[in-house]
């Protein structure tokens, strides 16, 4: 069985972490930035779609919002996960 809580708050810091991660290069290393985050969707241009300017609350609006979709992502699989698993058992 999985602990629903442990793993949603582990997606949610991993997610949050990422998007972080991102952002930092994305000012530190455009080019890197670009190429790894088109590479995630199989070389199509999308950080073209990107906007140039993110505003301080843009950037933490969509760090709150990506960390708490990430929670309710990771314990819903959880939740299903233990279900599925329970059904399995002997």
């Given at each position: 069985?999985?602990?629903?809580?442990?793993?949603?708050?582990?997606?949610?810091?991993?997610?949050?972490?990422?998007?972080?991660?991102?952002?930092?290069?994305a000012?530190?290393?455009?080019?890197?930035f670009?190429?790894?985050?088109?590479?995630?969707?199989?070389?199509?241009?999308?950080?073209a779609l990107?906007?140039?300017?993110?505003?301080?609350?843009?950037?933490?609006?969509?760090?709150?919002?990506l960390i708490?979709?990430?929670?309710?992502?990771?314990?819903?699989?959880?939740?299903?996960?233990n279900?599925?698993a329970?059904?399995?058992?002997?």
């Amino acid at each position: 069985m999985l602990n629903s809580i442990a793993f949603a708050h582990s997606l949610a810091i991993l997610s949050g972490g990422l998007y972080i991660a991102f952002y930092v290069l994305a000012v530190v290393w455009r080019d890197a930035f670009r190429f790894l985050f088109n590479a995630q969707f199989f070389g199509a241009d999308v950080a073209a779609l990107m906007p140039q300017q993110l505003t301080y609350g843009g950037f933490l609006g969509t760090l709150v919002g990506l960390i708490a979709c990430a929670w309710v992502v990771g314990f819903a699989w959880a939740w299903l996960y233990n279900r599925l698993a329970a059904q399995q058992a002997p």
